[in-house]
């Protein structure tokens, strides 16, 4: 059992690159999410999907864009990178939102220089 | 802002004793979730209290519900060193539709050997 999968774990881009995170999940859920943990901030949600086709903005949504073509894949774009963005990602899922337990991948720690 | 804010920010006790850790949240809810995260690594599901439950045990583990005062506890009785770890409240706000699942700031929890 795979569980949520992120890649990279870890990744260092300068300013202005853009990437994708990448967030994989085996368990045929419907609601996925993308959150970034700074110091002191706790988890933050950047957007979050309800199922394949449909995407909707969380608490921090600027600079980064999501689409969900599957149910087992929610990638995160980061369009043009800047050191604001310097966090650890987390990717969660869940059967649906809030009711039932969400399962978290092992985070991507992104800096930006 | 975020919904759930998490009391005290940090706690340090002696193996054996108790641990209690609050959540303070801002709108109605139909569930509360609380989390651990250890360093470095993503969270793990611990316990879902409902909003008509008032309180709910597992293993080491008692949460309780207040919705009148929008808060909840988690106790974690006689704590051992492997629980220091990073403790988080979670919940969905109601009514906003948007299914947004909104952790709180976290608990960081040391236990002395």
């Known amino acids: 059992n795979a569980g949520v999968t992120q890649t990279p774990k870890f990744q260092v881009l300068k300013t202005g690159q853009s990437m994708t995170l990448q967030c994989a999940q085996d368990m045929n859920h419907e609601y996925m999410s993308w959150y970034r943990q700074d110091p002191g901030m706790g988890l933050r949600l950047i957007h979050y999907s309800v199922g394949a086709g449909i995407t909707d903005q969380g608490e921090v949504p600027n600079g980064y864009n999501v689409s969900r073509s599957t149910t087992e894949d929610f990638p995160l774009r980061l369009l043009s990178a800047a050191p604001s963005q310097t966090s650890v990602y987390f990717c969660a899922s869940s059967y649906s939102v809030g009711n039932t337990e969400a399962f978290f991948g092992q985070g991507t720690r992104l800096t930006v220089v | ?113």
């Open chain 2, 1 to 113: 802002s975020q919904q759930g804010e998490e009391d005290p920010q940090a706690l340090s006790i002696q193996e054996g004793e108790n641990a209690t850790m609050n959540c303070s949240y801002k709108t109605s809810i139909n569930n509360l979730q609380w989390y651990r995260q250890n360093s470095g690594r993503g969270l793990v599901h611990l316990i879902l209290i409902r909003s008509n439950e008032r309180e709910k045990h597992s293993g080491r583990l008692r949460v309780t519900l207040d919705t009148s005062k929008k808060s909840s506890s988690l106790l974690i009785t006689a704590s051992r060193a492997a629980d220091t770890a990073s403790y988080f409240c979670a919940t969905d706000a109601v009514p906003s539709g948007t299914y947004k699942y909104i952790f709180g700031t976290g608990t960081r929890l040391k236990v002395l050997a």
